[in-house]
């Protein structure tokens, strides 16, 4: 039984010494910096890339929603005008500056007829706007892949009713 005993005892005895040597060594240290590389280039950056891209979304869809806006108080001979007077101020704030955007956005609007009403019938204005967005940081490793190595490139669509249907006619 004190054979057993003494077994284990220079077992752990001789684990801690190996940890000990291993440690002067220096080969944890020789091992950080790839293992830094590939954690930075395969997970850091590609995250920083993706908030980005998410926070890219909210700015494009945030322009759409303000163009739909004002297109729907406008009479359509007025539309295009007034989308594209709400794309420049856009453009001069800082969640247009933010967005980084390669060209400008594109926008196209439609008028659908809705359902028909006593008062009339109800018009929907349609405001797509095309985007594209580059990276915030473009990985050469991923030189294809859109939002880390290429540009993205989405749509944004939105439909409201018209606060003054006769305004689609004009």
């Not at 955007?101 to 009339?120: A, F, K, L, Q, R």
Request: with cysteine.
């Amino acid at each position: 039984m004190n054979e057993l005993i003494n077994r284990t005892r220079f077992k752990t005895h001789s684990r801690k010494r190996n940890s000990k040597v291993r440690h002067r060594g220096g080969s944890v240290l020789s091992e950080a910096g790839p293992a830094l590389f590939i954690l930075f280039i395969c997970a850091v950056f590609p995250v920083i890339d993706i908030i980005f891209i998410g926070i890219s979304y909210c700015a494009c869809s945030t322009l759409n929603s303000l163009q739909l806006r004002e297109v729907a108080r406008l009479p359509s001979s007025q539309a295009m005008a007034g989308a594209q007077a709400v794309e420049e101020r856009w453009k001069s704030s800082g969640l247009g500056c933010l967005a980084g955007s390669n060209i400008d956005p594109t926008v196209s609007i439609t008028y659908n007829n809705g359902e028909d009403n006593p008062v009339g019938t109800d018009v929907y204005v349609n405001v797509a706007t095309n985007f594209s967005v580059r990276p915030l940081l473009t990985l050469p490793f991923f030189p294809g892949v859109p939002g880390l190595g290429a540009p993205l490139q989405w749509t944004v669509r939105g439909q409201r009713l018209m606060e003054n249907p006769h305004y689609a006619a004009e």
